[in-house]
Each structure stands twice: as C-alpha cells, then as structure tokens.
C-alpha cells in the first residue's frame, strides 16, 4: 500500500504535462494536480502538509464515494454516525497517508493519455508517471456527482478503493460495522 501511495503523490506532483486538456475532468484533474504541487512546495514542515492539503483533496476527492466503496455492502448496515465516523476517519487516514510520501526536490512528471468513457458521468483518465527513474501506469476514475471528482486511483492495476475494501471485507465480517471504525480509529492513530 505504500508504494500505491508513493506512486499517487509523484501523480500529483507533476510539473511536465504533455498533452492539452480536452474535457472539463481532465482539466479538473489537472487543477488539483497544480494545486497540490503549489502547497507542497509552499509547506517548509512536513508534519503540516497534511492540513494544507486537506482542503484541496476534499474539493477534488469525493471522499464520501471512496469511503462508501472501500466499505462495501455492510455500508448499508451502517447507522448515520458511524457512516460520518468512518468517512471522516478514512479521508484523515488518506490525507495523513499520501502527505507522508512527498520526496522534497523529487520532479515526476505525467503524460495524460486519452480519457475514457465507460458510462454516462463517469471517466477514466489514464496517465504514465515517471517518478524516480520508474514508469507507473496510474488510472484516475472521476464521476460527475458533486461536479468531477475522484473516486479512485488504479495504480498499476491495484485499485486504491479495493485495496481497501479487501481490508474492511474482513474486519466487517468479524465485527459488523463497528470493527471497521474501530479498525479505522486504530489506523488513524498510527498514522
């Protein structure tokens, strides 16, 4: 998982983009890939980046949708709060995660290859990343609910959100939806 996340930060730390943008989610997509990079390299403390990107990944990530997936069904057996426990849990373990991977001084850069539509309202949009002397294909699905946002990252084939997912399948068969916040809490705090 952290190589996943390791590759996603060199995604977002583009300074070389090689193609126009041709639709509203590419553009999107690359406007947070600005941002973040304009914070990151704004934030003298590590420790702090965490805070400086929150805000930026909570307008272009639909942490609700990323967080409702990588639950899976027993989403449905949630009650309210732990629904708000377990969103606002794995977006802080998202956010803390990905800030603790940027390399100071480390320039990727990103070529955007052709989007894909699989659906009305959804898009793919894939991308090459060379981070460090290594390729990575890295996979950016974005839906238009809530205007485009990210929903998941495909790393070299692993998605993000079932990476996840195979963690929670677990611990919500042990224990039911509290086993995951409690997993959730338990991460948080390790982090």
Known sequence: ???????????????????????????????????????AKAST?????????Q???????????????AVGPGWREFSSSQKRDAKKLF???IIRTYSSKFTPGQDPQILFNKAATPAPGRVEIPTTILYQGSKYGVTYRMEESEGWKITDVVIEGVSLVANYRTQFDGEFKKGGAKAVVDSLTQAVAQK
């Open 1 to 39: 998982m952290n190589r996943l996340l390791q590759v996603l930060v060199a995604g977002l730390l583009v300074q070389g983009v090689s193609r126009a943008s041709t639709s509203v989610p590419e553009q999107r997509l690359k406007t947070a890939v600005s941002e973040v990079l304009t914070a």
């Open 45 to 53: 403390n590590p420790g702090g980046l965490a805070g400086k990107l």
């Open 55 to 69: 805000p930026i990944l909570e307008q272009y990530l639909s942490f609700e949708a990323m967080t409702r997936r």
């Open 91 to 93: 977006t802080t373990l």
